[in-house]
């Protein structure tokens, strides 16, 4: 038989056991947290028609998406989770109840070109609130002090979400008479980190067009920097000159205060006037989230408050909020910064039962009780010699063996062998579980470790 | 702007989130119980190198693939998840423990024509325990026991897990003369529930070319029936002319030893001689599972013993043992017949939070600490009235309201109100997570209800 040659596709992640344990770690943590504040799960196709996928169409997008004809069918695979929604709700909006509150986590598409911790297959990890023709602003704490709980639920503690308001900007850009430069304006401006003052400076006068006096404003605005109070008292400097401007005052106000009633510490957030987001989309607050030791990464989960999700599909005004994480870039930044927690388990197994007689009765009923106990255990089955069956124990990494030979089983009792400090007491099996819970739950600790 | 109707496509399940949240309870049961037998989580692309998915060929997985072109390479869909396992065994056998047990849960992709209850994405639940060059037979018990303990957990009890040998069926042939002639006859008999031993026969003699004495001697062997004990006791009336044979039984009768070693029933399994699975892919045990009080469904989880996991990738002999759970068709089916639990809480939340005060800071604190306690607390943020409200807590389906007004927050205390008997007490936030938690553990039941 001819042998191909196996090989993943670049651009996609595919993780051996220890680490794949990890990143299920994070999905259990994502899916508990986005749960435990009433988001229900959704779950939509991979394949989408492609009409539908690219109603709004567009450069990127339209490059990237991987998009292919079964039968007659125009079919494409989706680039995100925010255009499955807005088909969703539009389809299903007599079903729902309004606000609905989803979470999605699943793989999303883009076929860009293959680098170094870019991938075409990734999970997006998103919760939205959408409203029927409106929304409290409440939901635009709401959402950023969820992603807060994540956060501080992978170990976290060094990261700042970023929060803006869209109608501050655009309604100080109309105070400077630039509202048709709007757009273009906040494209430059989003460039400051990377470029600095000047060159944003250059680019507004050379390119934008704009007077010495409104490039010198501009740049004085976006360098108002401090606590959130002292850049609020700065904003409110502003008021008075623009309704749409002292509105988005109005909504910051309320979001920074509603984000401390969440108990979201000032320390992982911060009033930021640079933010824009690109998207035309967003009419409202917007996030971004920065590693305040990684900056380099960019944002690593953001979103924001939009006027109308599902316009390319339904007359119906959807108001809304979200946010989501790209956990697949973010897992394996923080796995190359070595922060994901070499201390937590990465066997599949809390146990590995080895039987030591002939006859396994014994054994299959010991692993059944230790299992009822709440233990994930294996039993391993094969003739093999005692130290072939501990060679496969520590290849495994499982933490305890739990031994059954002649004598144990004459006893009622089983061996449990500590493998990282080699151990070993006999045990009654629900002695066994109590034992091996205790030490798994010692060992019990954050996700990721910071440094 | 204009309007694109939205629509899923055919063959593709999106689920209302009352259902969804029934098919997370099914996926969750699943990943628990896989991991409490120590199968380690995988998660491979849903793309993959057509080259490497289609290395066996065969005409209906050609027909079936979602194979497109993107730039210059030649991709697939996976259209199951064995394949992909044994590419990534091959890929990555010097870094795994053997025998390497994993399971998978994800979607698989399959472009049949579009009919009621056919699916071109569906999901897949399967677990697999891979040797290196050589696996126990123990391994080839513990594989239905887990499917037992996934069923029973789902809540099912009328169901039988249907086992055979391959090896049996062979050895049979071979007794026969008829070895060339197996693969043959062996999808003649598959047919039997179909089309009765009349046509079975007539197939056997005009198509198949047997004698009329090896028809009879077919129909004789494959219309043994009776109690497990009595089966075996039938097939050792064959001992002795077959050593291929021989071995059969005796490895059929260390699984049905071992099935009753493992806790399972016999009510729940059978031999049954007349399973031979279609594919030549299997060497040794095989399974089919039917629901007793819905055989039309056929079989919702089948599998087998196979020698050589990935011979077309690797020289390696990989033997293993694997069953599959074809969820989405399971679900479909069991939704159809009205088997899904209606009882169990089909709402995101388990309690809504209704501020009735314009200041929302004290309902924000009062939701996080019920979150806390352990429930799934969604805040309403409108601004709506009181009716309104309601009306939305019954939309939702949400079992509990919690009413935060002047009154509740002057005493420290909450009203909870119980949708369905809309009977309502003022707790302390510690007492409302204690009443709420244990009135939903005792409407706590299983996802399915047989009748």
Request: glycine content about 10%.
């Amino acid at each position: 038989m001819d042998i191909i040659k196996p090989r993943t596709l670049s651009g996609f992640m595919e993780l051996l056991p220890g680490k794949q344990a990890q990143f299920e770690r994070m999905l259990t943590i994502l899916r508990n947290t986005y749960a435990s504040y009433g988001f229900a799960a959704l779950d939509t196709p991979v394949i989408e028609d492609a009409q539908i996928l690219l109603a709004k169409g567009g450069g990127e997008t339209e490059k990237q998406i991987y998009r292919f004809q079964k039968g007659d069918s125009d079919l494409a695979l989706r680039f995100d989770l925010t255009v499955p929604l807005a088909k969703y709700v539009a389809l299903h909006c007599n079903d729902l109840a309004f606000p609905f509150r989803r979470y999605q986590i699943s793989k999303v598409y883009r076929g860009e070109r293959a680098q170094r911790g870019r991938f075409r297959e990734f999970y997006q990890a998103d919760i939205d609130i959408i409203g029927d023709g409106k929304l409290d602003i409440l939901n635009e704490a709401e959402i950023p002090a969820i992603i807060y709980k994540v956060f501080r639920g992978f170990g976290l503690s060094r990261f700042q979400i970023r929060v803006n308001n869209r109608k501050i900007l655009s309604g100080f850009y109309a105070m400077l008479g630039l509202s048709e430069k709007s757009g273009d304006i906040m494209r430059t401006v989003d460039k400051l980190d990377k470029i600095g003052p000047e060159k944003v400076k250059t680019i507004l006068l050379e390119e934008c067009g704009l007077t010495e006096a409104q490039a010198e404003e501009i740049l004085k605005f976006i360098a108002i920097r401090g606590t959130n109070a002292q850049v609020i008292a700065a904003l409110e400097g502003y008021l008075g000159r623009s309704e749409i401007f002292d509105l988005g005052v109005e909504e910051l106000k309320a979001v920074t205060a509603n984000l401390a009633a969440f108990g979201v510490p000032e320390d992982n957030f911060a009033v930021d006037l640079t933010i824009a987001r690109g998207l035309d989309y967003y009419t409202g607050t917007v996030y971004e989230t920065t590693l305040l030791d990684h900056p380099e990464i960019g944002s690593v989960c953001s979103g924001g408050r939009y006027d109308n999700l599902a316009g390319y599909y339904i007359e119906k005004q959807l108001p809304g909020v979200g946010i989501s994480i790209g956990l697949t870039r973010l897992f394996y930044v923080l796995d190359e910064q070595g922060l994901l927690n070499p201390e937590l388990p990465s066997a599949p197994a809390d146990a590995l039962v080895l039987p030591m007689t002939a006859e396994v009765g014994p054994a299959i009923a010991l692993a059944e009780q230790l299992r009822t106990g709440g233990l994930r255990v294996q039993l391993y089955g094969e003739q093999k010699k005692f130290k072939q069956k501990m060679a496969y124990a520590d290849k495994l990494g499982v933490p305890f063996a739990v031994l059954l030979g002649e004598d144990e089983i004459a006893e009622g009792k089983c061996s449990v062998k500590n493998m990282r400090t080699g151990e070993q007491v006999k045990l009654t099996p629900a002695e066994a579980v109590e034992y091996i819970l205790s030490a798994l739950a010692a060992g019990n600790g954050p996700v990721i470790l910071e440094k």
